[in-house]
């Protein structure tokens, strides 16, 4: 079996590898615009060959993982050079445009439009983590719109690599992991800044940083060429997360300046509940 | 030698830990106005015995873990009731008042101002861990105000549990620990409850959420108890770091709104310095 990872990163580079694990005798080429990821993914072992364009109509398989700005544009003319059989899986974290580029595309059904939620804040190929999607949530868009037979090689697929399956519309996709992805992205980043400009003149700062700081800026070593066009895409609901969450400091920064702290203290206490949340979320071992 | 551990929650806790790792021939006596944490804390062997107020004239070193509240109303009394010769420490994540409020005092050359910069989300005894303060830093302010022998003692029971020393006046501590530490932590409130109140309608989000929200919702689990008091202690360095902040969060979703995606990408860029900064953090293994 020919497989085809376009994009040799974290998230490809990361899908390679468990493929490698669950379908050994699969056949792994890869193709990325920076000939040094390719070399690198090539060197560690995550494909087996660069691709061609000639391969993609000749695999069963593509995985697509490249900024979903790119994703967007090329999805369309990909679609056309696969074969009628190939099943094309992307891996973007934003879902609504992805779904209407190609919502009219002869090869629709070639197509499966995914989010498996994983990752670190590394990219490249060298960030590449076999088993990075064991246990993690795959959301699935618009899964009607793929050929039945491709619906089941892929939902076999992301079984044996052990991701836990979940069906949503592009629209409510966006909205909800705005609120779970990327405003955890913009709170971290502009955390970082805010640490950083103090840190001008005040070098000694960061000896001061514990742990709480390390984890809460932790996503501030994202990169920015994947997560610009994150934001872009998903501009609106990114906006309405972002307006939701500067009131709620502005709420708590007036309840501090007016000395309420009986309603400081009920801020937190009601927040704790996320405790009993985070329960519920998977957590990758190499992560946790 | 009789050691006081006044507070055998996560802090205190986990010091008596190192404490008898460091000084196997130490007799750690607990006081706790929680009964249950108490006894907790003699179940799981952290401390020897169950304190009273005559254990206190007897103790060489008394280790101060309450809440920064409970820390300023108490120390003054502490101080009379200790030895001549004894060594009282504090924990507290303030520095400022609690140093204020004892700079008259008789004994206060019995006294020494500590913030170990180390913890976990959690609180009490259970939480309480070997090694926490291994490889941390410790700030210690107004260092000139201890008695010299006292002096020496301290220093070499925090070289024995591996602690980094830092001298800083306690006005500096508390500005930059606003940015590093209690920034972080309301940043961190504020996103689970943005997160927890749309969660109330649309209760699938959270079946979205990956490590990276996990991360930097960590510290939304910490307790108000613990918190409320330290944010009105540093209340006016808190303002500023939020001001600071919320202006920050203001300009990106601008550019945002603007569609500058230059300006958005160059701002994550530019934070992602942080990565190298970071590097000088020391972690807890138990925590990276």
């Keep these: 079996m020919k497989i085809g990872i376009i994009g040799v990163g974290l998230i490809g580079g990361s899908f390679a590898r468990d ?12 193709m990325d615009n920076n000939p040094d990821h390719l070399k ?31 994703a967007v544009r090329e999805l369309p003319s990909l ?11 992307d891996a973007g974290s934003t879902k609504s445009l992805i779904c209407a580029v190609v919502s009219n595309h002869p090869k629709r059904r070639n197509f499966m439009a995914c989010h498996p939620i994983a990752g670190t804040e590394f990219s490249g190929p060298r960030a590449a ?9 795959n959301i699935i868009c618009e899964v009607e719109k793929t050929a039945f037979k491709l619906q089941e090689k892929a939902l076999d697929l992301f079984s044996r690599i052990g991701m836990r399956i979940r069906y949503m ?8 992991i705005a609120y779970v992805s990327h405003l955890s992205h913009i709170s971290s980043f502009m955390l970082g800044k805010t640490v950083i400009e103090k840190e001008k003149n005040e070098r000694d700062i960061f000896d001061m940083a514990g742990s709480g700081f390390e984890s809460t800026v932790r996503l501030a070593k994202s990169s920015p060429a994947m997560w610009t066009p ?13 307006r939701e969450y500067i009131q709620n400091l502005e709420a ?4 501090l300046a007016d000395d309420d702290m009986e309603g400081i203290y009920r801020e ?9 949340i985070l329960k519920g979320i998977p957590l990758n071992k190499k992560e946790a």
Tied chains: 1, 2.
Excluded: C, W
């Design 268 to 276: 937190m206490e009601d927040t704790n509940k996320i405790r009993e």
């Design 230 to 242: 994150i934001f872009e895409q998903n501009r609106e609901n990114v906006l309405e997360t972002l």
């Design 129 to 137: 983590l076999e088993g990075l999607y064991e246990g993690k949530t």
């Design 79 to 89: 679609l056309n050079t696969v074969g009628d059989e190939t099943l094309v899986i």
């Design 252 to 255: 708590f920064r007036k309840k």
């Design 19 to 30: 493929l490698k694990r669950v379908l050994p005798d699969a056949e792994i080429f890869g």
């Design 169 to 176: 519309n592009p629209e409510a996709h966006d909205k909800h």
């Design 40 to 70: 690198t993914a090539l060197e560690l072992g995550i494909i087996d060959s660069a691709g061609k364009g000639s391969s993609l109509a000749e695999a069963e398989i593509v995985f697509l993982a490249i900024p979903v700005d790119a």
